[in-house]
């Protein structure tokens, strides 16, 4: 409606978000970045009168109590510390540390989230802070666009906690490109998972655990998050989920259009996989709901109109 500076979505990506946040257990920490809005949300962690307090950059705590209108938009964070300055019980609540801009950034403290859960599982002087930690059951979860996984803080962050073993669940939301550049002009193979393959924990040797889905499968999604959350809570093994095939129905930002750069042929494809629009397609098709209960549903809802028709 033009009434803030700049606007940017997470459209296209609200399925593995959805998912992500099923398994996103309290004491658990994120890392992420401007594109989990459906997460927050899902989890609790934002309302819709917060999120349009932080567009509007409100300056007041109480309407955007993640940064006082501090954070450029888009940008998430729980609170850590009470009015005293006193930590909350962080392994009660559902926790996001508060979001950088610079693309990466969010890495190195994904990393050291994790290790602090290694360390409170295998320091028994660090039981008696049973308010941070729930005796290392805790993961750090982590996002970023695949543009983004070009960068050196990723590549670093990632090796680390391959060295470390932590408990760091790392989800990269791959649309194909990094604003208007397709993957394989920034990415080696254009797959960031290709790219990692090595690091692949083997029998004989500890490593990464790799998965990949279809970022509009909604019940493979459920399936790969519930999955990678066992093997990286028990077992404290890193794991990459790389989501595939999403969608950025709206373009980067506000402040450029996907049509200018994407081909007729790319556009109808994205029309037609649009993870809502799967989802709907499923709801009908396996017979979960009917199409008068989705409508009455989505009114009660206010879907945008992209998700109105199949």
């Given at each position: 409606?033009?009434?803030?500076?700049?606007?940017?979505?997470?459209?296209?990506?609200?399925?593995?978000?959805?998912?992500?946040?099923?398994?996103f257990?309290?004491?658990?920490?994120?890392?992420?970045?401007?594109?989990?809005?459906?997460?927050?949300?899902?989890?609790?962690?934002?309302?819709?009168?917060?999120?349009?307090?932080?567009?509007?950059?409100?300056?007041?705590?109480?309407?955007?109590?993640?940064?006082?209108g501090?954070?450029?938009?888009?940008?998430?964070?729980?609170?850590?510390i009470?009015?005293?300055?006193?930590?909350?019980?962080?392994?009660?609540?559902?926790?996001?540390?508060?979001?950088?801009?610079?693309?990466?950034?969010?890495?190195?403290?994904?990393?050291?989230?994790?290790?602090?859960?290694k360390?409170?599982?295998?320091?028994?002087?660090?039981?008696?802070?049973?308010d941070?930690?729930?005796?290392?059951?805790?993961?750090?979860?982590?996002?970023?666009?695949?543009?983004?996984?070009?960068?050196?803080?990723?590549?670093?962050?990632?090796?680390?906690?391959?060295?470390?073993?932590?408990?760091?669940?790392?989800?990269?939301?791959?649309?194909?490109?990094?604003?208007?550049?397709?993957?394989?002009?920034?990415?080696?193979?254009?797959?960031?998972?290709?790219?990692?393959?090595?690091?692949?924990?083997?029998?004989?040797?500890?490593?990464?655990?790799?998965?990949?889905?279809?970022?509009?499968?909604?019940?493979?999604?459920?399936?790969?998050?519930?999955?990678?959350?066992?093997?990286?809570?028990?077992?404290?093994?890193?794991?990459?989920?790389?989501?595939?095939?999403?969608?950025?129905?709206?373009?980067?930002?506000?402040?450029?259009?996907?049509?200018?750069?994407?081909?007729?042929?790319?556009?109808?494809?994205?029309?037609?996989?649009?993870c809502?629009r799967?989802?709907?397609?499923?709801?009908?098709?396996?017979?979960?709901?009917?199409?008068?209960?989705?409508?009455?549903?989505?009114?009660?809802?206010?879907?945008?109109?992209?998700?109105?028709?199949?």
């Amino acid at each position: 409606m033009g009434k803030a500076k700049f606007g940017i979505f997470g459209d296209g990506k609200e399925l593995a978000q959805l998912a992500m946040a099923k398994v996103f257990r309290p004491g658990d920490h994120r890392a992420g970045y401007y594109r989990d809005q459906t997460f927050m949300l899902a989890i609790g962690g934002l309302t819709l009168q917060q999120y349009f307090a932080q567009l509007y950059a409100h300056p007041d705590v109480e309407a955007d109590p993640a940064s006082a209108g501090r954070l450029m938009n888009g940008h998430f964070a729980t609170r850590m510390i009470d009015e005293h300055g006193a930590f909350k019980n962080l392994a009660k609540l559902k926790n996001s540390s508060s979001d950088i801009s610079p693309t990466a950034g969010q890495m190195p403290r994904l990393v050291g989230l994790a290790y602090a859960s290694k360390l409170f599982r295998n320091t028994p002087e660090l039981t008696q802070f049973s308010d941070l930690s729930d005796q290392g059951n805790e993961i750090a979860f982590g996002t970023i666009g695949n543009a983004s996984t070009s960068e050196g803080m990723f590549f670093e962050a990632i090796n680390a906690a391959g060295v470390l073993q932590v408990p760091m669940l790392m989800s990269v939301w791959d649309d194909d490109y990094g604003i208007s550049v397709p993957k394989e002009y920034h990415t080696t193979k254009g797959s960031i998972s290709k790219i990692l393959a090595g690091f692949q924990r083997t029998k004989t040797e500890k490593g990464f655990e790799i998965l990949t889905v279809k970022g509009w499968d909604y019940q493979a999604l459920l399936q790969t998050y519930k999955k990678a959350e066992k093997i990286c809570r028990d077992e404290h093994v890193p794991v990459l989920v790389h989501v595939t095939e999403m969608t950025q129905p709206q373009g980067h930002s506000t402040s450029g259009s996907h049509e200018r750069y994407k081909s007729k042929e790319r556009l109808t494809w994205e029309a037609e996989h649009d993870c809502i629009r799967k989802l709907r397609q499923w709801i009908l098709e396996s017979g979960v709901a009917s199409v008068e209960e989705l409508v009455e549903i989505e009114k009660r809802q206010r879907l945008l109109p992209r998700h109105q028709k199949i």
